[in-house]
């Protein structure tokens, strides 16, 4: 048995039957590369079962403490069934990009059963007429709690159903993996109270850790090195409001070439300083046309991992965040780059005084009842709607692999990301990178936003906005793709939620 830690389990915590705390991704592969040339539905079973051994979330369920009186535990499942968490189903014709996004929403807004290993794959073939893609692709939904993974251990669990050749042997060695069985009820309430005991001395400890850092940000901050500028509410729009049961799902590919280049533009900017200034132009733009857009600049969360060397295997999440402008109320693209980079600098100087991995051990401090009841209490009685937010989306960048990947024989040609809302935060943006492609994908409420196609469209508009800035200033224009990047989906316009 191994317990959860704070972090962790808020995330079970929140989970209602509106706001699931799922993360994951959306894998296209085509399967001409595969043994000839076609993946059987049995084919795919039999290598992911080779293969459970990879990662231990594939085979870890959940056991929570009655009354919820202490964080829960993950056990090794007495009762796994690997065909129950992987499925399959097929789009109709004609298979588009549509189709794969609206099918792709329905499978996220579904909440997991939490008394199973918390993740699902669901293949979906069928994919036969997006540009750019051959006929016969198909897509690989993953679905992880937030609970057994962040982003970056996520990484590590594709790794375990991925190689880099589309060899399909099956490891050689013995799977050593034994179930565990269900624990009393007497010993898990045992394990609280001794938790009970110690529980003064963590707080002691970590305020201890933290306090050189709070000097450090007060002397930093006198000497005008450091603003406090991002502790600042963010304003109010459409996204920080309570959430439905429903979700939607795009994705938009970049090359990641063109996003380096564009970043040159400003001495010392990052690629995550060009992405988030994407998307803080799509959200002006987007804003905008429903006459919304706030005066104030609208803010991002962006997780930080404070993950070490070794820890890259370790179940749950080991992330801290910072707070960025997105420079929304900045016409001009370049200024806008401009303006985040100075953000995104600040905002680390904050948290490196503090240090990151204290802040994330700040959510070791409240008992885990209370987190339990204050999670359920605040979307019962609507309390998103009595204050300011604190940021107004989620950016969160996953740097993928280089090299091609293969699952079950097939090539992988693209991966986007899809992640979860909650009240008060209706719009994330997984940034997934693959080869020499940089994909800004995003997940929402349906009915915060009832046209995703319009947000996919004003990110694309953002970024060619960004390089006509760039090359006004006399700067190398961004290099373009190679022919092998897989293609940029684009919607048919004007049509309708729903349509399939």
């Known amino acids: 048995m191994q317990q959860l830690s704070a972090m962790d389990a808020s995330f079970v915590y929140l989970e209602t039957p509106h706001t699931p705390m799922h993360i994951g991704s959306v894998a296209i592969y085509d399967p001409s590369t595969a043994p000839g040339g076609f993946v059987r539905f049995k084919d795919i079973l039999a290598f992911i079962a080779a293969r459970l051994r990879g990662a231990r979330s594939f085979r870890q369920r959940l056991v929570r403490v009655p009354f919820d009186l202490d964080h829960p535990y993950w056990i090794e499942d007495p009762e796994f069934d690997l065909e129950f968490h992987v499925r399959h189903i097929a789009l109709p014709k004609p298979g588009d990009w549509r189709q794969l996004c609206i099918q792709a929403a329905r499978l996220h807004a579904r909440p997991m059963d939490l008394t199973k290993p918390l993740w699902e794959f669901t293949v979906i073939e069928g994919l036969d007429n997006i540009p750019g893609l051959p006929p016969g692709c198909f897509a690989l939904m993953c679905k992880v709690h937030h609970a057994a993974i962040d982003g970056m251990s996520g990484v590590e669990m594709s790794a375990a159903v991925h190689s880099i050749t589309p060899d399909t042997t099956a490891p050689a060695d013995d799977d050593p993996w034994e179930a565990e069985n269900m624990p009393h009820v007497a010993d898990l309430l045992a394990r609280s109270y001794f938790n009970s005991l110690v529980q003064p001395m963590r707080v002691m400890e970590t305020i201890g850790r933290s306090l050189p850092g709070m000097g450090r940000l007060a002397a930093q901050v006198r000497k005008g090195d450091v603003s406090l500028r991002n502790t600042r509410p963010a304003p109010k729009t459409r ?4 959430v439905g049961a429903h979700r939607v799902w795009d994705a938009v590919p970049f090359s990641l ?12 900017a990052t690629v995550n300083d060009v992405v988030l200034s994407i998307v803080g132009g799509a959200l002006r733009r987007y804003l905008q046309s429903k006459d919304e857009l706030p005066k104030e600049t609208l803010t991002a969360m962006a997780p930080i991992s404070v993950r070490q060397e070794g820890e890259k295997a370790a179940l749950g999440n080991l992330v801290s965040a910072m707070v960025v402008g997105l420079g929304t109320h900045i016409e001009d693209a370049l200024e806008r780059l ?12 904050m948290t490196n005084a503090v240090g990151a991995k204290n802040l994330s051990d700040y959510s070791q401090l409240m008992p885990s009842a ?11 009685i609507g309390a998103v709607n009595a204050h300011a937010p604190a940021y107004n989306c989620v950016v969160t960048n996953v740097p993928g692999s280089r090299v091609p990947l293969y699952f079950c024989g097939a090539k992988m040609v693209g991966m986007y990301g899809t992640g979860p809302v909650f009240d008060g935060m209706g719009l994330i943006n997984p940034v997934y990178s ?11 409420d349906r009915d915060i936003m009832p046209d995703p196609e319009n947000y996919a469209q004003a990110l694309r508009d953002s970024f060619a906005a960004l390089k006509e800035a760039v090359a006004r200033t006399g700067a190398p ?13 684009r919607r048919a316009a004007g049509r309708k939620r729903g349509e399939g």
């Open 338 to 349: 401009r303006f985040v980079h100075d953000e995104a600098v600040n905002s680390k100087a």
């Open 257 to 268: 070439k063109e996003i380096r280049a564009l970043k040159e533009a400003v001495p010392d």
């Open 370 to 380: 209370l987190a339990g009841l204050a999670a359920r209490l605040y979307t019962r």
């Open 434 to 444: 693959y080869g020499d492609t940089i994909a800004i994908s995003f997940t929402s």
């Open 477 to 489: 224009p961004p290099v373009e793709a190679n022919e092998n990047r897989p293609a940029r989906p």
């Open 239 to 242: 996204f920080n409001g309570k």
